[in-house]
């Protein structure tokens, strides 16, 4: 079986980080200058703070060249309320439109979509529950359907279904306990049934 590994640029996300508490207040402190004119100094903030379509929105820029990188909306409200994100967009490779979504409820990460060749299209999604990751969907030829879908039980990997014909239907599985892979099996006439376990 092909191995299938995380691009390099998801090392960059987990620098990144899913809250960037720290880098805002980080930010905040250490503001850049930029020379205009002569003498004329104009202080560059990194993090901007604003409400737009109901939420509180606070933008960082992380690698200093006066546009934002990292979107994060809040809630809008009272007290903790307006400290709960809802939505965070991230562009990884500083180009183009944002690279990873993420779509928080109360405090906990729901689903993560990332563009992971950064071609403006989702690639790989990854849904939670109760912080932890329950499935990852990974669209490995580019035709905006699943073809590789990952199941997790107690954060360990428990299923695999592949499409491995291109045909947009799984046709291939694979079962694992405690993170070991115990049968595999294939479906040969395309009837969404496993016909054969072991190799095809």
């Known amino acids: 079986m092909k191995s299938f590994r995380r691009p390099f640029t998801l090392l960059l996300l987990a620098l990144v980080g899913t809250s960037f508490s720290a880098s805002t207040a980080l930010a905040q402190n250490k503001k850049k200058k930029k020379k205009k004119n002569d003498d004329d100094d104009v202080v560059i903030n990194p993090v901007e703070e604003f409400e737009e379509a109901g939420f509180r929105k606070v933008n960082l820029d992380i690698n200093g060249d006066q546009k934002a990188d990292v979107y994060n909306y809040y809630r809008t409200g009272e007290g903790d309320e307006s400290r709960l994100l809802v939505r965070k967009e991230i562009n990884l490779n500083f180009e183009g439109p944002v690279d990873v979504v993420q779509i928080w409820d109360n405090g906990e990460m729901l689903r993560e979509e990332i563009d992971a060749d950064f071609d403006g299209r989702i690639d790989w999604k990854d849904y939670y529950d109760g912080g932890e990751r329950i499935r990852a ?64």
């Open 137 to 200: 969907e990974w669209d490995t030829n580019f035709d905006d359907v699943p073809d590789l879908i990952r199941y997790y039980e107690g954060g360990q990997l428990s299923r695999v279904e592949m499409d491995t014909t291109g045909d947009k239907e799984m046709d291939y599985w694979e079962y694992y306990q405690g993170g070991v892979m115990q049968r595999s099996g294939w479906d040969l006439n395309a009837d969404g049934k496993i016909d054969k376990w072991g190799e095809r």
